[in-house]
């Protein structure tokens, strides 16, 4: 069974930290590209951010850079994004889903394969 479960969401205050770690099982972890995504009240999902398999190389929505890094531990199958200086604009629910596509950059929501359940995050000014 296939499962991608996102942890580590909750309330902080703007300027603060908050880790998010996506546990992945039931596939092929290196066939993969796990993303992270958010979805705020009323706006659509968005890519934050992800490692590209097709280069290896980290990319960020524009609106995190700086601020957001993304890593991945291959042995245990895991994606964390440690979210840093953050702002009541990036209050969500944060999932991370995995895609087999190939590409440089984030894969647009509809193309990943399988999604996690979102995790909370509250950012209070």
């Known amino acids: 069974e296939v499962q991608l479960q996102a942890c580590g969401g909750g309330l902080v205050q703007a300027g603060g930290s908050l880790r998010l770690s996506c546990a992945a099982s039931g596939f092929t972890f290196q066939d993969y590209a796990i993303g992270w995504y958010r979805q705020a009240p009323g706006k659509e999902r968005e890519g934050v951010s992800t490692?590209?398999?097709?280069?290896?190389?980290?990319y960020y929505a524009d609106s995190v850079k700086g601020r957001f890094t993304i890593s991945s531990d291959k042995t245990k199958n895991t994606v964390d994004l440690q979210m840093n200086s953050l702002k009541p604009e990036d209050t969500a629910v944060y999932y991370c889903?995995?895609?087999?596509?190939?590409?440089?950059?984030?894969?647009?929501?509809?193309?990943?394969?399988?999604w996690g359940k979102g995790t909370l995050v509250t950012v209070s000014s």
């Open positions: 490692i590209s398999r097709s280069d290896g190389r980290a």
């Open positions: 889903a995995a895609t087999r596509t190939l590409l440089s950059g984030i894969a647009r929501p509809q193309w990943n394969d399988y």
